[in-house]
């Protein structure tokens, strides 16, 4: 069978893993027969990935009839969680409009204009259909209004799958090169030969460096792409400032990606972190679960794609761009994120926190727990994680174990442990005991692992 050939190990927990899911086994096996690796690369994790057919509220039901608490929330994008009635209500009032009309529908303005009332530094954006394309043509319009070919990024940044950003989103450590210098590594198969001279990297949590490196290349760098990794990494506030006053001092453009945006309040990453960025990146909470992106910032940036004036040489579209279905969940979606909302949300993480924090006293086990906001990430480490190298030396091993034991605890979280989110369906009691199964899941981990 094709889940045999990706077995790890004959442990405890997977022998358990596989008698509880014979059913995700039988789908996963189906789907290797037409598809190369019968998932998409980040669903895959071995022996082989719970299929799962239902979500309501913060459960989520498997092939194989058990019900889990979803703490991964699709990626974050589920802010509200499962099927939420608004979101239900917006799709289902679209869906009888139709579901592509080949014209503009309205829906483009309401959820632009909510976006734009909510972040300042947001004065004209465009939709499109994932968070890759928004930083693709966030990037285009950054090399076009500056006339320069670089970009930066951050070593262990994830910016979406087009050639640049594909530069050290993941670098073997021993390819990765001095801390304060790190190597430009190609990490995706198949890209421009030449893209790993675009990219200038730039190591986190280090301003001294970030300084040096973009004073070293400003005259060619167009744009610093920035996902802070809040949730995954302890970023300091004091470092973000940082960087947006580097990049100013050098006439580079800063590009937010808060792809995983509005997760922190009503303004995102950007609200948090007291910066303006030039352009911004978003998807994920503002489809509402549907497939969408977008990208905005400056009037004098973001009006190279008004034609109304005449060519500008810049173009942006695609047939699925600004999806009706999607901007209509969007937009529930950002309705509902109130002041209150947030409140709530946040402080469901600050109690999250404090769990976590009694829990790593308790155990004789390294454990880094990052919290920000609704995001959360575990690592199994003895040091903090604030940089790419100290996240990518955890024990991966544990996590994975304790990934396996948390199901039998009834928990879901991303396979790896280090990108997981609470929604605003949950409630204390799901905070509370994720604490304890996580307990739990660490001595069954270390004792059948």
């Known amino acids: 069978m094709a889940a045999a050939s990706v077995d790890q190990q004959d442990s405890a927990l997977v022998e358990r893993y596989r008698a509880g899911s014979p059913r995700s086994r039988e789908q996963f096996d189906r789907d290797c027969k037409s598809m190369p690796g019968g998932v998409k690369g980040v669903y895959f994790y071995p022996p082989y990935p719970l299929t799962m057919v239902r979500g309501e509220g913060c459960y989520l039901d498997d092939a194989d009839g058990r019900r889990f608490v979803d703490c991964v929330s699709h990626h974050t994008a589920l802010i509200l969680g499962h099927n939420h009635p608004a979101v239900m209500d917006a799709v289902h009032r679209q869906l009888e409009h139709g579901i592509v009309l080949?014209?503009?529908?309205?829906?483009?303005?309401?959820?632009?204009?909510?976006?734009?009332?909510?972040?300042?530094?947001?004065?004209?954006?465009?939709?499109?259909?994932?968070?890759?394309e928004a930083t693709l043509h966030a990037i285009r319009l950054a090399r076009g209004f500056t006339g320069r070919p670089k970009i930066a990024k951050f070593e262990g940044g994830y910016h979406g799958s087009h050639d640049v950003v594909e530069i050290s989103v993941a670098p073997p450590l021993d390819r990765v090169g001095p801390e304060t210098g790190p190597h430009s590594v190609p990490t995706a198969g198949g890209i421009s030969p030449h893209a790993a001279e675009e990219v200038v990297v730039l190591p986190y949590d280090d301003e001294e460096s970030v300084e040096r490196l973009i004073a070293d290349n400003r005259d060619e760098l167009a744009c610093l792409i920035c996902d802070a990794k809040t949730g995954i990494l302890e970023t300091r506030r004091e470092f973000m400032k940082g960087?947006?006053?580097?990049?100013?001092?050098?006439?580079?453009?800063?590009?937010?990606?808060?792809?995983?945006?509005?997760?922190?309040?009503?303004?995102?990453?950007?609200?948090?972190?007291?910066?303006?960025?030039?352009?911004?990146?978003?998807?994920?909470?503002?489809?509402?679960?549907?497939?969408?992106?977008?990208?905005?910032?400056?009037?004098?940036?973001?009006?190279?794609?008004?034609?109304?004036?005449?060519?500008?040489?810049?173009?942006?579209?695609g047939t699925f761009s600004a999806h009706p279905v999607a901007l209509a969940a969007g937009l529930a979606t950002l309705q509902q994120l109130t002041p209150a909302a947030f409140a709530r949300l946040n402080g469901l993480g600050e109690r999250l926190r404090e769990g976590l924090e009694g829990l790593a006293e308790r155990i004789d086990t390294p454990l880094q727990a990052v919290v920000a906001g609704s995001l959360f990430g575990l690592h199994f480490t003895e040091n903090a994680v604030t940089t790419y190298r100290g996240m990518a030396r955890a024990d991966k091993g544990m996590a994975h174990r304790v990934f396996l034991a948390l199901l039998e605890e009834g928990y879901y979280l991303s396979h790896w442990l280090g990108f997981n989110a609470l929604s605003l369906a949950m409630d204390e009691s799901h905070v509370d005991g994720l604490v304890t199964a996580l307990e739990r899941a660490i001595e069954k981990a270390k004792r059948e692992g």
């Open 102 to 132: 080949s014209a503009p529908t309205g829906g483009e303005m309401g959820l632009a204009e909510e976006i734009c009332g909510r972040v300042p530094s947001i004065e004209g954006l465009r939709f499109c259909c994932s968070g890759t």
């Open 243 to 317: 960087v947006r006053e580097i990049t100013r001092a050098h006439d580079v453009l800063l590009i937010m990606d808060e792809v995983v945006g509005f997760r922190l309040g009503t303004g995102g990453q950007q609200e948090y972190y007291d910066i303006t960025p030039d352009l911004t990146t978003y998807g994920k909470v503002v489809g509402g679960g549907f497939p969408v992106g977008a990208f905005g910032g400056r009037a004098d940036i973001m009006n190279l794609l008004d034609n109304t004036r005449g060519p500008t040489g810049f173009f942006q579209s």
